[in-house]
Nanobody
Framework: QVQLVESGGGLVQPGGSLRLSCAAS????????MGWYRQAPGKERELVAI???????NYADSVKGRFSISRGNAKNSMHLQMNGLKPEDTAVYYC????????WGQGTQVTVSS
């Protein structure tokens, strides 16, 4: 059974930085893609960034130039470096990994507030 473990959320002031990490366990296969989604109160879950098995990446327009997704050293791990955080980035961030089917992490809270 694939499990995703997230870390790195927290409270940060506007303009600050956070780094989220996610690692998948329970499989020897490589994820087709791994990504981060977020959901703010009263809003739908939305894609933030994704990295594919060929290392191509895609970002939501709202985070381009501020966020960077990268692979970790361990297989099926990744990081999301978030710089220039804004209050509108406040949300629960979910790690997603797509193997035969998609799997989700439990979510980590990111709060941007002064």
């Amino acid at each position: 059974q694939v499990q995703l473990v997230e870390s790195g959320g927290g409270l940060v002031q506007p303009g600050g930085s956070l780094r989220l990490s996610c690692a998948a366990s329970g499989t020897v296969n490589s994820a087709i893609s791994m990504g981060w989604y977020r959901q703010a109160p009263g809003k739908e879950r939305e894609l933030v960034a994704i990295i594919n098995i060929n290392n191509s990446t895609n970002y939501a327009d709202s985070v381009k130039g501020r966020f960077s997704i990268s692979r970790g050293n361990a297989k099926n791990s990744m990081h999301l470096q978030m710089n220039g955080l804004k209050p509108e980035d406040t949300a629960v961030y979910y790690c997603n990994a797509h193997f035969i089917r998609p799997y989700w992490g439990q979510g980590t809270q990111v709060t941007v507030s002064s």
